[in-house]
């Protein structure tokens, strides 16, 4: 079993910034992509940031130049860097990272964290 914990959260006002930390713990054997997802109230939820293990990275058009995802591996842990924020990035931020649980190949998963709330307002 693997799980994802989320922090960092919180109310923010608009230009403000927020550092998300997500661990990752349990039965790990490696850890593949690792990624940010937000759900806004009535929204589905969407992709904000992804990192590959090698480092490579993806951003959502309305993120780029404002967020910035990292990880480190040995800590099994991504970050989220969100500096210059707005009301429209009020979510629940969600944690997501695709697990191999054992040296088989087939023993790979995709898990979610709880979600933490970040809310822009003045």
């Known amino acids: 079993q693997v799980q994802l914990v989320e922090s960092g959260g919180g109310l923010v006002q608009p230009g403000g910034s927020l550092r998300l930390s997500c661990a990752a713990s349990g039965s790990i054997f490696s850890i593949y992509t690792m990624g940010w997802y937000r759900q806004a109230p009535g929204k589905r939820r969407a992709l904000v940031a992804l990192i590959t293990r090698d480092i490579s990275t993806n951003y959502a058009d309305s993120v780029k130049g404002r967020f910035t995802i990292s990880r480190d591996n040995a800590k099994n842990t991504v970050y989220l860097q969100m500096n210059s924020l707005n009301p429209e990035d009020t979510a629940v931020y969600y944690c997501?990272?695709?697990?191999?649980?054992?040296?088989?190949?087939?023993?790979?998963?995709?898990?979610w964290g709880q979600g933490t709330q970040v809310t822009v307002s003045s």
């Open positions: 997501n990272a695709d697990v191999k649980v054992t040296s088989s190949p087939r023993d790979q998963y995709t898990y």
